[in-house]
């Protein structure tokens, strides 16, 4: 398993959230561990693309906040509000 192998994390730590992003950076994938099997996430952005770390070094450990600041599509590390455009998504 990735996690295991390449980050070297256990994924089976419950209550641990893992998230991925693809080339693009406009979507995440998050993985979590629920005890009886895994939950995969999914979100895309309709605003713009993600700063995401590209290798394990740059990997990060996401507090409570920042990562509901990843989920509103700001960057956690330096979260600043986007106006979205309805008109562009739909």
């Keep these: ?13 419950k209550g641990t ?4 992003c693809g080339k693009r950076s406009d979507r995440c994938k998050g993985l979590l561990w629920m005890g009886t099997g895994f939950l995969l996430l ?6 713009g693309r993600m700063s995401w770390p590209r290798n394990t070094e740059q990997a990060a ?8 600041y990843l989920m509103l599509g700001l960057n956690p590390l330096d979260p600043r509000i986007k ?4 008109s562009k998504i739909c």
């Design 1 to 13: 398993m990735v996690i295991g192998d390449k980050y070297k994390q256990n994924p089976f730590e």
């Design 17 to 20: 959230l893992f998230l991925f």
């Design 42 to 47: 999914y979100k895309r952005f309709e605003d």
């Design 61 to 68: 450990e996401l507090t409570e906040e920042q990562y509901r």
């Design 83 to 86: 106006d979205v455009d309805p």
